[in-house]
Nanobody, 117 residues
Framework: QVQLAESGGGWVQAGGSLRLSCALS????????WAWYRQPPGQQRELIAT???????HYRDSVKGRFTISKNAAKDTMWLQMDSLAPEDTAVYYC???????????WGQGSQVAVSS
C-alpha cells in the first residue's frame, strides 16, 4: 500500500501562483507514474499532468506552459507548480500514484484551489 497526503491549495486571484505538494509513504518503490488530476465544479475528474520514473512529463493542453509537475529523487514527494492561474482552473486537485507492477492506483485526499477573476 501507498499513502498520499496533499498540502497547499487555497484561494488566489487570476494571474497568481500556487504550489501543491504530495507526500508519499509506504511501498513507494513500486510507483512508476506520478500524476495530478483535478475535478472542476460539476464536472468529471480530469488528468492534467504526469511524470514517470525517467522524468518524462506530459500535460493537458489547457495547462501546458503554466503548470509544472515534479518529484524528488527519493520518489516520496511530488509537486504541482501552478502559474498564471485563471478562474477556469478552479477545482479540487488530487495527486495520484500508479503501480504498473500491482496495477494499483493511489490517491491523495484532494485540495481545493479557487481562482477569482
Amino acid at each position: 500500500q501507498v499513502q498520499l497526503a496533499e498540502s497547499g491549495g487555497g484561494w488566489v486571484q487570476a494571474g497568481g501562483s500556487l504550489r501543491l505538494s504530495c507526500a508519499l509513504s509506504g511501498r513507494t518503490f513500486e510507483i512508476n507514474v506520478w500524476a495530478w488530476y483535478r475535478q472542476p465544479p460539476g464536472q468529471q475528474r480530469e488528468l492534467i499532468a504526469t511524470i514517470t520514473n525517467g522524468n518524462y512529463t506530459h500535460y493537458r493542453d489547457s495547462v501546458k506552459g503554466r503548470f509544472t509537475i515534479s518529484k524528488n529523487a527519493a520518489k516520496d514527494t511530488m509537486w504541482l507548480q501552478m502559474d498564471s492561474l485563471a478562474p477556469e482552473d478552479t477545482a479540487v486537485y488530487y495527486c495520484n500514484a500508479k503501480s504498473l507492477l500491482t496495477d494499483s492506483d493511489y490517491w491523495g485526499q484532494g485540495s481545493q484551489v479557487a481562482v477569482s477573476s
